[in-house]
């Protein structure tokens, strides 16, 4: 064995290999379903980066990369991107929940002519009150219920 074969290591991708049936979707990463939720919602209210960085208090360019998905934000910064959306840390990640499950279900179905594997969106906007677990009679959103909370879901 040569010695530079010996140096030599294994290499982990940070992001998942592409699927080796090109019909499939790539396997999603967390931090990309959240920075699309992120996404999603402060477009939704119309409102600009700029704006939800300065409500959130974090930079810029810092939530624009949340929001692409190229950084891991901690549970401190998206509950703050989340406050600053009139929206709880629940909601986002019961969203982002929602759509890992949609993806995955179109991940495991047979795929028929003209289906499609985009699950599904939904925005979560405060309509109303405020109750102890987010907004009451937000049209579209999910609420846990019990003493531990739950999430719906459908496929």
Do not use: C
Not at 11 to 40: H, N, Q, T, Y
Not at 139 to 148: C, E, K, N, W
Request: proline share 9%.
């Amino acid at each position: 064995m040569s010695i530079r074969a010996t140096n030599q290591a294994d290499v982990i991708p940070l992001r998942p290999l592409p699927a080796k049936d090109p019909a499939l979707p790539r396997e999603p990463l967390w931090r990309d379903l959240v920075g699309e939720v992120l996404r999603r919602e402060r477009q939704s209210q119309g409102r600009t980066l700029k704006e939800v960085a300065e409500a959130a208090r974090i930079s810029m360019p810092y939530l624009s990369e949340v929001e692409r998905g190229l950084k891991e934000a901690s549970s401190e910064v998206l509950a703050a991107a989340a406050r600053a959306l009139g929206l709880n840390l629940a909601d986002v990640l019961a969203l982002a929940g929602e759509r890992l499950v949609s993806l995955a279900a179109a991940r495991s179905r047979p795929r028929s002519p003209g289906s499609s594997a985009a699950g599904g969106h939904r925005s979560v906007r405060s309509t109303g009150p405020v109750g102890p677990v987010g907004p009451v009679g937000s049209v579209g959103a999910m609420r846990p219920s019990g003493p531990l909370g739950g999430v719906l879901l459908a496929a």
